[in-house]
Nanobody, 119 residues
Framework: QVQLRESGGGLVQAGGSLRLSCLASGRTFSEYVVGWFRQAPGKERGIVATMRWNGGYTYYAGSVKGRFTISRDHAKNTVDLYMNSLTPEDTAVYYC????????????WGQGIQVTVSS
């Protein structure tokens, strides 16, 4: 069973950048789709970006397209989210999640990490 742990969150000024990292333990991400989600106060959790670990599929929410990049690091067994041109609207708890490629629902979740963008 894969276990996920996020790192890299924190406080940044508007216009700045952050990199979030999702480390998998227990096994590799092989045959998984890995995604980043976020939940802002008073809002539902929504998808930010996803990718298939073995390649061939990447998705970005419209609100982050062109600013965020999801990528994998095989050596470190991580899926990273590079966030540029951050705005206060990006403030949220960010979650890493994974599902088997044959599943529809994400059933493995990290504990979440806070990202705060100040104006």
């Amino acid at each position: 069973q894969v276990q996920l742990r996020e790192s890299g969150g924190g406080l940044v000024q508007a216009g700045g950048s952050l990199r979030l990292s999702c480390l998998a333990s227990g096994r590799t991400f092989s045959e998984y789709v890995v995604g980043w989600f976020r939940q802002a106060p008073g809002k539902e959790r929504g998808i930010v970006a996803t990718m298939r670990w073995n390649g061939g599929y990447t998705y970005y929410a419209g609100s982050v397209k062109g600013r965020f990049t999801i990528s994998r690091d095989h050596a470190k067994n991580t899926v990273d989210l590079y966030m540029n041109s951050l705005t206060p609207e990006d403030t949220a708890v960010y979650y890493c999640a994974a599902r088997g490629v044959s599943k529809r629902e994400y059933d493995i979740w990290g504990q979440g990490i806070q990202v705060t963008v100040s104006s």
